[in-house]
């Protein structure tokens, strides 16, 4: 069965530090950047692992724990070990920057 993938957009609070990492691919080398969002719903919490690869990770060496970002792409799953593993890959992303309010005189 092939399954297409279902593109959304997410916003959320950046959980701990990013993470990069370098790997070979075809005789070349690929930067892949991890990080955890947590998204919040009334008095629930939902926390989503996203990777993102290529120059797009270039972007995030500017994000900082507490960042609001917004990210879109898919979600993918796979399995190991009997165990299931949901990641969110990530086709474009920003920084979304809080508007200072303006004091009235």
């Known amino acids: 069965m ?3 993938n279902e593109y959304i957009n997410i916003n959320g609070n950046l ?3 990013v993470t990069t990492l370098v790997f070979r691919n075809d ?3 690929v930067s892949v950047c991890n ?5 919040k719903y009334g008095d ?5 692992n996203c990777s ?5 990770t270039e972007i995030t060496k500017e994000f900082n724990k507490g960042d ?6 898919y979600f993918n799953q796979r399995v190991k070990d009997d165990k299931t593993y949901k990641n ?3 086709k474009s992303l920003n920084k979304i920057e809080k508007k200072e309010k303006k004091e009235e005189k």
């Open 68 to 73: 609001y970002i917004h990210v879109f792409g």
């Open 52 to 56: 993102v690869y290529g120059k797009k």
């Open 27 to 29: 005789d070349e080398d």
């Open 44 to 48: 629930g919490k939902e926390y989503i």
């Open 35 to 39: 990080f955890t969002l947590v998204k």
């Open 2 to 4: 092939n399954k297409k």
């Open 15 to 17: 959980v701990g530090e």
């Open 88 to 90: 969110f890959i990530v």
